[in-house]
């Protein structure tokens, strides 16, 4: 099963603006399918953040967004506070095996 | 209020068997994909398997052959039959919600524990 691909770690003081990229190929990102991302804090399940692209679901706050294109994907955060610190997967579908795919996952550190 | 909740975790002997479950409530399985999403020690996200509404099953090849999906929608309940359990199964098992053709996990439950040792 393929998985997408995505920095280890990404650091910025508070009130800066962090990116996350993550990496598909041809039968995920790069066949069109949507890019969905997840943020877990430390002992707790994985929340969604941004669906569709460039979605947040009610309650997430304007400073995260999405944006896709080509095989790749990224999720921005301006504005960064403290409770941003936390890992974060992005994950999408893989129409070559019908199945869902996470990216490996980064950790954002505020310093 | 609409939530899922996980049961059956446990620690198990490796080539055991085990049945997760996972409660709906605030909605009915029947409407939903459901689906299962595991996460080992220190490691990332693994899709499992995931259920549709007409009952279609898709397993992770890793897997496949071994772990069995089923729904009750009378109980508006979502299982995860597990056989052949190796080491590599050891993880925290989530139970997330799909909404119909979409792709993404919009609801997930606590998660329950499943360790595979001898």
């Known amino acids: 099963q393929s998985v997408l691909t995505q920095p280890p770690s990404v650091s910025g003081a508070p009130g800066q603006r962090v990116t996350i990229s993550c990496n598909g190929s041809?039968?995920?990102?790069?066949?069109?399918?949507?890019v969905h991302w997840y943020q877990q804090l430390p002992g707790t399940a994985p929340q969604l953040v941004i669906y569709?692209?460039?979605k947040r679901p009610s309650g997430v706050p304007d400073r995260f967004s999405g944006s896709r294109s080509g095989t790749s994907a990224s999720l921005a955060i301006t504005g960064l506070q403290a409770e941003d610190g936390a890992d974060y997967y992005c994950?999408?579908?893989?129409?070559?095996?019908?199945?869902?795919?996470f990216g490996t996952g980064t950790t954002v550190t505020v310093l | 209020e609409v939530q899922l909740e996980e049961s059956g975790g446990g620690l198990i002997q490796p080539g055991g068997s085990l049945r997760l479950s996972c409660a709906a409530s605030?909605?009915?399985?029947?409407?939903?994909?459901l689906s299962w999403v595991r996460q080992a020690p220190e490691k990332g996200l693994e899709w499992v398997s995931v259920?549709?509404?007409?009952?279609?099953?898709y397993y992770a090849d890793s897997v496949k052959g071994r772990f069995t999906i089923s729904r009750d929608n009378s109980k508006n309940t979502v299982f995860l039959q597990m056989n052949s359990l190796r080491g590599d199964d050891t993880a925290v098992y989530y139970c997330?919600?799909?909404?119909?053709?979409?792709?993404?996990?919009?609801?997930w439950g606590r998660g329950t524990l499943v360790t595979v040792s001898s």
């Open positions: 997330a919600r799909v909404p119909r053709s979409h792709w993404y996990f919009d609801l």
């Open positions: 605030g909605f009915s399985v029947s409407a939903y994909y």
């Open positions: 569709g692209n460039n």
């Open positions: 259920i549709y509404v007409g009952g279609t099953t």
């Open positions: 041809s039968s995920d990102i790069g066949a069109g399918l949507d």
């Open positions: 994950q999408s579908y893989d129409s070559r095996v019908t199945g869902y795919v």
